[in-house]
């Protein structure tokens, strides 16, 4: 080759080297440059998007600033197969280093749906089928006292039957959990029974230090033959048959079912709603105490006696209060 082609190859060599060099130099300040979002930005990445499609997203969505430049510098940081799918929230002027990092670890948004203690099974699923980012229909028939109250987590795809499953999951291994550590002096035979005695425990009190002492009365009529009288048992049974909340009277005293422990002796058939951890926990570890009665107190707490003269005082100081 003479000797004025070969300095003209190399300089054309040298020149296609600065440009490669220089196009690195200004993918690399792109990459590492903050990204034009000026706030979080939400996206959702379904799954078997390719790599070139997630970062046409992500430009669309202005989180990153050039789709080519971020789906180059991913191919060659050997990141190309690793970018996972899902919801991300992407801070505001994330870098493309940054928003590739996320991708890889998968740092996904988490959703929380709340089930607070003592709904019905109904009113918990409710709940759910409201929950944002979650897919697919809710499972059919679902028993009282399966659900575990508690605040789940969860991400965008999951199905709606997949998280009822988890609640029905903890309820179960909590009241296995609990049950095997229960005291000694727990007359219930089985797991089944002590949560629905907590349901009726979690519908007759919302005062945390008193579940123990309203577990100890229920146990003490249940050991004695005494029904139970609970008025939430009632209302349950009034909302069987279709009857929307409302203060119970004394002819709901005498309606026939066996969820109405007015009538039937023992424990209804089963919960009345879903009890939390509290309400379980205070059935199986509950108050030693002589009291077989409680009424409110006018102030959100109940008074216990332990004989019917001095419950029947209670009782008329409640109503004095009230002005009947």
Same mark, same amino acid.
């Given at each position: 080759?003479?000797?004025?082609?070969?300095?003209?190859?190399?300089?054309?060599?040298?020149?296609?080297?600065?440009?490669?060099?220089?196009?690195?130099?200004?993918?690399?300040?792109?990459?590492?440059?903050?990204?034009?979002?000026?706030?979080?930005?939400?996206?959702?990445?379904?799954?078997?998007?390719?790599?070139?499609?997630?970062?046409? *997203?992500?430009?669309?969505?202005?989180?990153?600033?050039?789709?080519?430049?971020?789906?180059?510098?991913?191919?060659?940081?050997?990141?190309?197969?690793?970018? +996972?799918?899902?919801?991300?929230?992407?801070?505001?002027?994330?870098?493309?280093? &940054?928003?590739?990092?996320?991708?890889?670890?998968? +740092? $996904?948004?988490?959703?929380?749906?709340?089930? !607070?203690?003592?709904?019905?099974?109904?009113?918990?699923?409710?709940?759910? $089928?409201?929950?944002?980012?979650?897919?697919?229909?809710?499972? #059919?028939?679902?028993?009282?006292?399966?659900? *575990?109250?508690?605040?789940?987590?969860?991400?965008?795809?999951?199905?709606?039957?997949?998280?009822?499953?988890?609640?029905?999951?903890?309820?179960?291994?909590? %009241?296995?959990?609990?049950?095997?550590?229960?005291?000694?002096?727990?007359? *219930? $035979?089985?797991?089944?029974?002590?949560? %629905?005695?907590?349901?009726?425990?979690?519908?007759?009190?919302?005062?945390?230090?008193?579940? !123990? *002492?309203?577990?100890?009365?229920?146990?003490?009529?249940?050991?004695?033959?005494?029904?139970?009288?609970?008025?939430? $048992?009632?209302?349950?049974?009034?909302?069987?048959?279709?009857?929307? &909340?409302?203060?119970?009277?004394?002819? &709901?005293?005498?309606?026939?079912?066996?969820?109405?422990?007015?009538?039937?002796?023992?424990? !209804?058939?089963?919960?009345?709603?879903?009890?939390? #951890?509290?309400?379980?926990?205070?059935?199986?570890? !509950?108050?030693?105490?002589?009291?077989?009665?409680?009424?409110?107190?006018?102030?959100?707490?109940?008074?216990?006696?332990? %004989?019917? &003269?001095?419950?029947? +005082?209670?009782?008329?100081?409640?109503?004095?209060? +009230?002005?009947?």
């Amino acid at each position: 080759m003479p000797r004025t082609v070969a300095k003209v190859a190399s300089l054309a060599l040298s020149g296609v080297l600065i440009l490669v060099l220089a196009a690195f130099g200004f993918a690399v300040s792109v990459i590492h440059a903050p990204g034009p979002a000026a706030a979080d930005t939400t996206v959702v990445l379904p799954r078997g998007t390719n790599l070139n499609a997630i970062a046409t *997203l992500l430009a669309d969505h202005t989180v990153i600033r050039s789709a080519p430049v971020f789906a180059l510098w991913v191919r060659v940081s050997g990141q190309g197969g690793l970018l +996972r799918a899902g919801e991300y929230r992407f801070p505001a002027h994330a870098t493309g280093v &940054d928003v590739a990092r996320m991708l890889v670890e998968g +740092r $996904t948004l988490k959703h929380r749906v709340t089930i !607070p203690e003592g709904l019905t099974s109904a009113q918990a699923l409710a709940l759910v $089928t409201a929950a944002d980012a979650l897919q697919g229909d809710l499972p #059919r028939g679902m028993a009282e006292g399966a659900l *575990l109250p508690e605040t789940y987590q969860y991400e965008w795809g999951d199905t709606r039957a997949a998280l009822v499953a988890r609640m029905q999951k903890a309820m179960a291994d909590l %009241t296995a959990e609990l049950w095997a550590a229960r005291d000694a002096s727990v007359t *219930l $035979t089985a797991p089944a029974q002590a949560v %629905t005695l907590a349901s009726i425990v979690e519908r007759e009190t919302a005062v945390a230090d008193e579940r !123990p *002492l309203v577990a100890g009365v229920f146990l003490n009529r249940l050991r004695l033959g005494m029904r139970l009288q609970s008025d939430p $048992t009632v209302a349950f049974a009034l909302q069987q048959l279709g009857r929307a &909340d409302a203060p119970l009277t004394r002819d &709901d005293l005498e309606i026939d079912s066996p969820y109405n422990t007015y009538r039937v002796k023992g424990l !209804p058939p089963g919960p009345i709603a879903n009890p939390g #951890r509290a309400a379980l926990f205070a059935v199986l570890h !509950p108050t030693a105490t002589n009291a077989l009665y409680f009424v409110a107190d006018g102030t959100g707490g109940h008074v216990f006696a332990a %004989t019917l &003269d001095e419950h029947n +005082r209670n009782v008329a100081r409640f109503r004095a209060l +009230r002005g009947d």
